[in-house]
């Protein structure tokens, strides 16, 4: 068997309550993940979405995060420095967030926003192989009229247009770790169907 692409063992995850007492909101996680598909189930507030954030770096500055071991395709994320955080963050792994308002930027057209996550792996790419590629990726997520979609700001959007945009987001990246934190709550079941195929 392979090396795991993920590891997490014993994580802990802390933050500072009233009068300086400690809250524990994860306590002994342990997970190995594998090129492969993986559900995590729990009860809201259990610590699912704590969990994956940790694995991201992506907690608020007074979460206390400790685990005996925390890595990604051989890289210590206990140790690694932000700047090797936001490399990983940018090209290797992606979080699709349940709420598209807290993940799209408000001042940014939709199809821009696409076309920023394609160039960060390849800046050479002329912009008209970018254009098609954002609005391949649109129809890929079942976003009807993509070149009218990419003109407007995710506050033009419904619910559901913002979560498959953001997905269009993460998933153009190909990146080797994707973690989907109920990504198509905001869908019908038809489309949430068609989108996790």
């Known amino acids: ?7 997490v063992k014993n994580l802990r995850i802390a933050f500072a309550g009233e009068g300086g007492a400690t809250i524990e909101a994860v306590k002994g996680v342990s997970f190995e993940v594998g090129r492969e ?3 995590i189930v729990g009860e809201s507030g259990s610590g699912k979405s704590l969990s994956s954030r940790a694995l991201m770096g992506v907690l608020p500055g007074h979460a206390h995060v400790a685990a005996d071991a925390m890595s990604f395709a051989g890289i210590d994320l206990l140790t690694a420095s932000p700047r090797v955080r936001r490399q990983l963050r940018g090209n290797r792994m992606g979080m699709i967030l349940q709420d598209p308002k807290f993940s799209l930027n408000p001042v940014m057209r939709v ?4 076309a920023e996550a394609i160039r960060l792996g390849d800046r050479s790419l002329p912009r008209a192989k ?10 890929a997520v079942h976003i009807r009229a993509p070149e009218r979609v990419c003109d407007l700001y995710p506050h033009e959007l419904s619910g559901g247009m ?3 945009v953001m997905i269009a987001m993460m998933v153009v990246r190909e990146p080797e770790l994707l973690i989907a ?6 869908l019908d079941v038809t489309v949430q169907a068609q989108v996790l195929e």
């Open 1 to 7: 068997m392979s090396d795991p692409l993920v590891t």
């Open 162 to 164: 913002g979560q498959r």
């Open 181 to 186: 934190d109920e990504p198509t709550s905001a």
């Open 111 to 114: 199809g821009a926003q696409i």
């Open 130 to 139: 970018v254009r098609r590629k954002v609005l391949e990726i649109l129809e």
């Open 37 to 39: 598909k993986l559900g």
